[in-house]
Every structure is written in structure tokens, then in C-alpha cells.
Nanobody, 129 residues
Framework: QLQVVESGGGLVQPGGSLRLSCAAS????????VGWFRQAPGKEREGVSC????????NYADSVKVRFTISRDNAKNIVYLQMNSLKPEDTGLYFC??????????????????????WGKGTQVTVSS
């Protein structure tokens, strides 16, 4: 079965850090652009960040710029989301998604989530004291 699986979520205090991982099963993730999305209770899904297959193109939501960093290790078939200086408003279910498109890029519009082929089930991030 072709799928992506997230891990690394948890409970952290405000100001803390977490690193989320997105791994692929059944296919090679290095051929796909990858995006991270989140959804808080009662709110719509929000695009957080994305990265192109070649790593040369990344984008971030304004709310996470400077604090979050997306990266990928194509040899390990994993994409990471390093989250620093976490705030309570970062709480939510975090999803990763993989999409195949050309040219290789990750644009702001890719944070809308319309072009992705595979979605994970999410990992919960809770920021609370």
C-alpha cells in the first residue's frame, strides 16, 4: 500500500521544540514534493510548509516563518519539519502529503494542498504548559 506516515508529535511546553518526520511506504519519496499541513480543532486545514524534490525550493506559512524549518533526506526517504519556539496556537494534528508535479518547485499555492497524491493520517502536536 502506498502511503506516507508521520511521527514525532507530542506534548511540549511553549517555547519548546519538536521534530516531525514524514516517511513513505511503498514508493520513493525523493521523487515527490512534500508538504506539511495542520488542523486545529474547529478550524480549517492550514498549509505549513513545503519542499521540492531537489530541496532548492521551500515555502512557509507566515505564521511559522523563522520558527519552522523543512528539510529532506532523500537517501533515507524522509522529510522533516523542525519546529522551534512553539506556541499554543501551533497545537493541532499535523499531516504530511506527497505530490508529483513539474517543474520541480514548491510555491505558496502548493500550501493550499490541492496537488498532493498521498496524505498521512497525522501526528498530534500539543503546545501547553
Amino acid at each position: 500500500q502506498l502511503q506516507v506516515v508521520e511521527s514525532g508529535g507530542g506534548l511540549v511546553q511553549p517555547g519548546g521544540s519538536l521534530r516531525l518526520s514524514c516517511a513513505a511506504s511503498g514508493f520513493t519519496l525523493d521523487h515527490y514534493a512534500v508538504g506539511w499541513f495542520r488542523q486545529a480543532p474547529g478550524k480549517e486545514r492550514e498549509g505549513v510548509s513545503c519542499i521540492s524534490t531537489s530541496k532548492t525550493s521551500t515555502n512557509y506559512a507566515d505564521s511559522v516563518k523563522v520558527r519552522f524549518t523543512i528539510s529532506r533526506d532523500n537517501a533515507k526517504n524522509i522529510v522533516y519539519l523542525q519546529m522551534n519556539s512553539l506556541k499554543p496556537e501551533d497545537t493541532g494534528l499535523y499531516f504530511c502529503a506527497a505530490g508529483l508535479w513539474a517543474p520541480d518547485s514548491c510555491l505558496i499555492r502548493n500550501l493550499e494542498g490541492n496537488e498532493y497524491d498521498y496524505w498521512g493520517k497525522g501526528t498530534q502536536v500539543t503546545v501547553s504548559s
